[in-house]
């Protein structure tokens, strides 16, 4: 069983920065991917970010490349989103997932079996 907690959301104005936190507890080596995903209201949750656990690799939406980063502390078994230059348009509800192997994309929710509750970006314009 593995147990995430995002954290770090908030209000913001559009060009500003958040940094979330994923802390995942639990037996958290199961994890071979972690990622980050995002639900608009009336929107389906689209992916954001995502990387090997045990690695250095990473992935990102086209949308939010060259703005947002990825990256964990494995001492802390947590992961972290940092987004500069926010955008009306980032906002969110951001969930922190994460999935043993799978020959699944790294970008598809379904491969994921391990979900946060999720934590509130609000940009305003």
């Known amino acids: 069983q593995v147990q995430l907690v995002e954290s770090g959301g908030g209000l913001v104005q559009a060009g500003g920065s958040l940094r979330l936190s994923c802390a995942a507890s639990?037996?958290?080596?199961?994890?071979?991917?972690i990622g980050w995903f995002r639900q608009a209201p009336g929107k389906e949750r689209e992916f954001v970010a995502a990387m090997r656990w045990g690695g250095v690799t990473t992935y990102y939406a086209d949308s939010v490349k060259g703005r947002f980063t990825i990256s964990r502390d494995n001492a802390k078994n947590t992961v972290y989103l940092q987004m500069n230059n926010l955008k009306p348009e980032d906002t969110a509800n951001y969930y922190c997932?994460?999935?043993?192997?799978?020959?699944?994309?790294?970008?598809?929710?379904?491969?994921?079996?391990?979900w946060g509750q999720g934590t509130q970006v609000t940009v305003s314009s």
């Open positions: 639990g037996r958290a080596s199961n994890m071979y991917n």
């Open positions: 997932a994460g999935r043993p192997y799978t020959s699944a994309s790294y970008s598809q929710t379904g491969g994921y079996d391990y």
